[in-house]
Nanobody, 124 residues
Framework: QLRLVESGGGLVQPGGSLRLSCAAS????????IGWFRQVPGKEREEVSCISSTGRKTRYADSVKGRFTVSRNVANSTVWLQMSSLKPEDTGVYFCSAPCIITDTAIAGTPQYWGQGAQVTVSA
């Protein structure tokens, strides 16, 4: 069983930055590739990033590429999503999840585990 807990959401102005954290605990917590999804009201849930279990491979959705950076510390089972140049359309609830699969061109897989979500609001 894997437990995921997000933190770090909040209100930020357009163009600003915010960092989300996802603390993973439970058996084999470092075994899983970790993904980040966001849910915007009225839109389909979007997976914005995936990082491999070792942290050596990452993949991003086109909508965030170049602005978001995902990283992880295997030693303490924490994954971060650094979000920069934020736009109002980045507003939503962000969830970390596991597992995810990095393909040659996309992020795939159906998560089995979810965090509780963190609200990110980008507004002036």
């Amino acid at each position: 069983q894997l437990r995921l807990v997000e933190s770090g959401g909040g209100l930020v102005q357009p163009g600003g930055s915010l960092r989300l954290s996802c603390a993973a605990s439970g058996s084999s917590s470092n075994y899983y590739a970790i993904g980040w999804f966001r849910q915007v009201p009225g839109k389909e849930r979007e997976e914005v990033s995936c990082i491999s279990s070792t942290g050596r491979k990452t993949r991003y959705a086109d909508s965030v590429k170049g602005r978001f950076t995902v990283s992880r510390n295997v030693a303490n089972s924490t994954v971060w999503l650094q979000m920069s140049s934020l736009k109002p359309e980045d507003t939503g609830v962000y969830f970390c999840s596991a597992p995810c699969i990095i393909t040659d061109t996309a992020i795939a897989g159906t998560p089995q585990y979810w965090g509780q979500g963190a609200q990110v609001t980008v507004s002036a």
